[in-house]
């Protein structure tokens, strides 16, 4: 209960989160204010501003994005802070960031705006650490992910040209290459070593098998 309560707390930060995105859209309708021109611009000197600033900008234009949006978040964020504790703010910062940074260099010349690129690096780590780590109990958090977002995977083409699949693709990109760098890290699960792990990391080496049975001790 303890445990579960401490993760209920660092997961907080979602919800505050959510009510942000929220607030900045209402804001956006109410007023009539264009956020756009916070979405990454690629290649352009204005446009750096929006690796930082937009995922917190949606369409004014279609509601469904947001809240779209919103959901999956939710749902993956609160996975990442459940199974992937110590890690966990170091791979949204990174997805954050690195998914920003790709689409700056090579999105096509339009403003990007949206959390989904975050959702995608989000779901790609989450599934491809299971399948690098070699761990049951993270492969079956990959599986069950899978199960319910796994018809984004069509996200990374582009089918329409109002949406920004490049968000989509880099972050998916991102995300796999997140986990493979972060397999060996700690997950939320305590992992026992095997003997044999633990004499290989203080480098005691194992009797030479071989060289016994080619050269047995004579016996009276």
Known sequence: MKEFFQVFLNSLWIVVFLVLIWVIHILQLTFQINFAEFGILP??????????????????KDINHIINNSFPFMILGWTLFYFYKPIAWRILIQSWFFTGVFVWISARNAYHIGLSGVIYSLLFFIFFSGVFRKDNRLLTVALFVVFLYGSMVWGIFPYDWTISFESHLFGALTGIILAYFNRKEESSFKVEKTQWEIEEELGIEPPDLEGLWSNPENED
């Open 43 to 60: 290649r352009s000197f204005s446009g750096l501003i929006g690796i930082i600033t937009s995922p917190l900008v949606h369409s004014a």
